[in-house]
């Protein structure tokens, strides 16, 4: 999947392709968040986008009383982009949403998302029927085939077309959701740089009862008498979406403690890496949040009394345990949060874990040591008798090993652009996408050159007097 953005805050222009692990890398305040937020924020709506956007051309295929089949191929054959270029421009109305920030921030923003494979519209099958509430009467089914590009439509019951709600419309959306454009927008999730403020206060941030309240003791009693709708209207969100979401899966983990999740039946070895970071495990206990060390002892914590690693990686563990499945997209903002630089290494090996095993993962970081450590991986999938041996001597197993083409780093910097028309070059503020190479992993500029500043300083500084 490929992003093309121009005017996105504090960047210029930037093309961003995902990776099965993508890194964004630079500093403070050069455009790493608003390119993450901006590729979460389109990911997490573009269903929701879809249906508005293709709702004219389903009804008036239903509107044909002999039209029951909906020929995908003729609709979306070498189409997809052109339908994602309308899913962008609709998307950049609604960024100052996601980004709870005002509207005339984005006014010159383009978002041009893209696909970077093939679509297949025939291999998939899809089922799905469409009941009317307690009864479960059948109103409509719609099926597709495997090896068919063609979406039956056979309604049993003219109520479904006449829903103000929820139409068939909708379903038959919902529908070519899944079929054609699920397979190149992946499920996302998110562990937001502020989910460690996020665990201690996860029961105090009812963030809908918030702003109920504070818009109650903003608006006048008689106002509210006469339109009691206003209070819906005036309820908008004082936080960016990741936030949000984030703050909303924590507060909900003793439910979401039920499951377990696609991934980790399949991988379990991805929870005993996790649980190796943390020193022990969480635990739902008698509806009461906790962490349980390793040891004989066996201690128990409240996220209250437990480190800052444990509350900064309590999201992460859960979704791993309940939500995770082969294919979703896992942005991690900024994972080196509160690790010592041990941990940081070793959650790394479990990033790589979690690529090998099927999640896409987009980092941002500014951790040296964890880019080092993917070096490393990259490095030993050489797989010669020599990385060999060191990859036993140090105990790094097979499935830590990363494979240079899964990855893609991209540094946030300037670059230099042609001025359309007036022939004047100028610098842009964008992302440059970083070189990996296989002996050695990836160069980031951004480290090295302060790594190499430090050892001068410090080089002069013990060897620059006079002896």
């Known amino acids: 999947m490929h992003f093309h953005f121009e005017n996105l805050g504090l960047l210029d222009q930037a093309d961003l392709t995902l990776a099965d692990l993508t890194l964004v890398c630079g500093e403070n305040n050069t455009g790493k968040t608003y390119a993450t937020y901006a590729v979460y924020g389109f990911l997490r709506s573009w269903r929701g986008i879809l249906r508005y956007v293709i709702e004219d051309e389903i009804d008036n295929l239903l509107k044909d009383d002999n039209q029951n089949r909906i020929d995908l191929a003729a609709m979306f054959d070498g189409k997809v982009d052109d339908y994602l270029a309308r899913l962008g421009r ?5 960024l100052p949403r996601a980004f709870a920030t005002d509207s005339n921030v984005f006014e010159h923003t383009v978002c041009v998302p893209s696909t970077c494979r093939d679509t297949d519209l025939l291999t998939q099958p899809y089922q799905r029927r469409v009941q009317s509430g307690p009864s479960g009467k059948v109103l409509a089914t719609l099926n597709k085939e495997a090896g068919s590009a063609v979406l039956e439509v056979l309604v049993a019951d003219a109520e479904v077309l006449q829903r103000p709600f929820g139409g068939l419309s909708d379903f038959i ?33 009812d963030m809908a009862r918030t702003r109920m309240l504070k818009r109650l003791n903003e608006i006048d009693s008689k106002e509210l008498k006469r339109n009691p709708f206003k209070l819906l209207q005036e309820i908008e ?45 969480y635990k739902v206990v008698k509806q009461q949040l906790v962490f349980q060390a390793k040891g004989a002892a066996k201690q128990r914590f409240t996220m209250n009394e437990a480190s800052s690693c444990i509350r900064a990686l309590l999201d992460v563990g859960f979704y791993l345990r309940c939500r995770a499945r082969a294919g979703d997209l896992f942005i991690i903002d900024e994972p080196e949060l509160n690790l010592h630089p041990k941990n940081q290494r070793a959650f790394a090996r479990l990033v790589a ?29 050489q797989r010669t008798e020599h990385t060999r041996r060191v990859q036993q001597q140090h105990g790094y197993a097979d499935a830590e090993l990363l494979d240079p083409t899964k990855a893609r780093l991209y540094m946030t910097g300037t670059a230099v652009k042609q001025a359309s028309g007036a022939g004047r070059r100028g610098k842009i503020r964008t992302l440059k996408l970083a070189t990996i190479y296989p002996d050695r992993g990836i160069e980031v500029e951004t480290f090295d050159d302060t790594i190499e500043t430090m050892n001068a300083i410090q080089s002069e500084i013990l060897y620059g007097g006079d002896l």
Not at 356 to 371: E, R
Request: hydrophobic share 45%; charged share 25%; aromatic share 8%.
């Open 90 to 94: 609709e998307y950049v109305s609604g």
């Open 173 to 205: 959306a919902d529908a070519i959701a899944d079929i054609v454009f699920a397979q190149h927008l992946p499920r996302v999730h998110i562990a937001s740089a502020e989910r460690t403020g996020a665990a201690i206060f996860r029961k105090e941030l």
């Open 237 to 281: 969100a004082d936080y960016a979406w990741p936030v949000e979401d984030n703050v909303e899966f924590v507060r909900q983990l003793e439910d979401i403690d039920k499951y377990t999740g696609d991934l980790a039946k399949v991988h379990p070895e991805l929870l005993d890496a996790f649980d190796a970071i943390i020193g022990g495990s």
């Open 353 to 381: 874990r979690m690529v090998n095993s099927g999640i896409k993962v987009f980092i941002t970081t500014h951790s040296d040591y964890l880019v080092k450590e993917l070096n490393t991986l990259i490095m030993l999938n």
